[in-house]
């Protein structure tokens, strides 16, 4: 792997109380992992596995209870305010309801430019204007679609707005989380080739979050599974699709097939002992 853009080392997140004694819930459990400068990594698991927690760990939007997190090789775990200023720019994300991502009272164009503004980037006016809709021309939008707002696109193209948003402070890692779920199964696809042309384009580094491993399936080069808040394997992506070794990987496989309108076929080594 190249060098890492995030290296995340010994993560935990406890939420609540629960049990006899009162002891927080851990949603995330001592979880370790690193993306590479342009490489896609896939974090999969079901629904409550602590998927979403990592990434907004990692991303600083939440407190970490235990462990580090590493950007572009800084320590940026108690960082704070002004000071993850750096990390806002850099690293940013794709939420999974396009439709609540975006500012229903702001025009597309408007939502495009936001961070630009925060940031003081491009001058303003015309000049901004134009980086705008290049950024939109650049994920699939005409330049007429500048002046509209978001109840007058589809789901494809609110998430299409959502993504010219993120890429433009031009970072070095995307987090999509669940980009496509709430997104008709015609236009998935659409979505997941826009995230790998521009992964490969600006050699973006991208952690692409799903519940489906069929999703990243053709997007990411290695796949990190996750169960009960824990990494149970991870792999590169054709290794693991060939031969899975762990239950939880094979269970996902099986209801990808499933959901796809395929029988359930036992996974190659399906008949290897969890790791």
């Given at each position: 792997m190249s060098e890492p853009v995030l290296e995340v080392r010994g993560l935990v997140k406890r939420f609540g109380r629960h049990g006899l004694h009162g002891r927080p819930i851990p949603a995330v459990d001592g979880l370790s992992l690193s993306v590479g400068r342009g490489e896609a990594l896939g974090l999969v698991g079901e629904s409550g596995c602590g998927k979403t927690t990592t990434a907004r760990l990692a991303l600083r939007l939440l407190e970490p209870d235990a462990g580090t997190v590493h950007f572009e090789g800084a320590d940026v775990t108690r960082l704070a305010g002004r000071r993850l200023r750096p990390l806002r720019r850099r690293a940013q994300v794709v939420f999974q309801d396009p439709e609540s991502a975006l500012n229903p009272r702001r025009t597309a164009g408007a939502i495009v430019a936001e961070p630009l503004a925060i940031h003081g980037l491009h001058g303003r006016g015309a000049q901004r204007r134009r980086v705008v809709l290049e950024l939109m021309e650049r994920v699939g939008l005409a330049r007429e679609h500048h002046d509209r707002f978001p109840h007058q696109f589809s789901g494809g193209e609110r998430q299409r707005i959502a993504i010219a948003r993120a890429i433009a402070l031009e970072p070095s890692l995307l987090v999509a989380d669940e980009p496509v779920s709430a997104l008709d199964a015609s236009v998935q696809a659409q979505i997941l080739n826009l995230l790998n042309d521009l992964r490969r384009d600006s050699?973006?580094?991208?952690?692409?979050?799903?519940?489906?491993?069929?999703?990243?399936?053709?997007?990411?080069?290695?796949?990190?599974?996750?169960?009960?808040?824990?990494?149970?394997?991870?792999?590169?992506?054709?290794?693991?699709?060939?031969?899975?070794?762990?239950?939880?990987?094979?269970?996902?496989?099986?209801?990808?097939?499933?959901?796809?309108?395929?029988?359930?076929q036992p996974a190659a080594g399906s008949s290897s002992s969890g790791s």
């Open positions: 050699g973006l580094a991208l952690v692409l979050i799903s519940h489906d491993l069929a999703v990243v399936r053709h997007v990411c080069d290695r796949v990190a599974v996750m169960e009960a808040g824990r990494l149970v394997e991870v792999a590169p992506a054709a290794d693991l699709y060939a031969h899975p070794r762990h239950a939880q990987t094979r269970a996902l496989l099986d209801a990808a097939r499933t959901l796809r309108g395929r029988p359930a």
